[in-house]
């Protein structure tokens, strides 16, 4: 199992570079794999400002809505507004196992369709800038 021990401005990194992928696949047309990598980047930020400011190692789990919780990110708290949670809601349900074909046995199956994957991506990129606003860490949306 890969350790979680890492410092918030890595997971934050990582959340940019997970983003910058989303845009890259979405311009190759691979709208699945992009709204993958959008979650993606949201469960690093959620792990980035909880490493902060719980400062130990976020919990191991891909599950957003959890991370949320234990952030205690509930509507009001910092800003957190139902513009965010619908947002999040959005890209809970998408999982890598979302990506199994040809009937996709595991969680949920994602759209295809490049409008929704766009959605999704814009979507994290809002959640991240937000996270990274409530964040001490140095990493800016440019990285």
Not at 63 to 71: F, Q, S
Not at 97 to 121: I, N, T
Not at 133 to 138: C, D, E, H, Q, T
Request: zero cysteines; aromatic letters at 6%; proline letters at 7%.
């Amino acid at each position: 199992m890969p350790t979680h021990d890492l410092p918030a401005d890595t997971w934050f990194e990582q959340a940019v570079q997970d983003l910058r992928a989303a845009e890259h696949l979405l311009g190759g047309g691979y709208a699945p794999h992009a709204t993958v990598l959008a979650h993606l980047a949201v469960e690093k930020a959620l792990k980035g400002l909880f490493r902060e400011r719980a400062g130990t190692n976020p919990p191991p789990t891909h599950n957003l809505r959890h991370l949320v919780k234990r952030l205690r990110l509930d509507l009001g708290v910092d800003g957190w507004g139902h513009n965010l949670q619908d947002a999040l809601d959005g890209l809970s349900d998408v999982t890598l196992l979302s990506l199994y074909a040809p009937d996709r046995p595991f969680g949920h199956p994602v759209s295809d369709r490049m409008d929704a994957a766009r959605e999704h991506v814009a979507h994290a990129q809002v959640l991240v800038q937000w996270m990274q606003s409530k964040s001490g860490s140095r990493s800016g949306p440019d990285g």
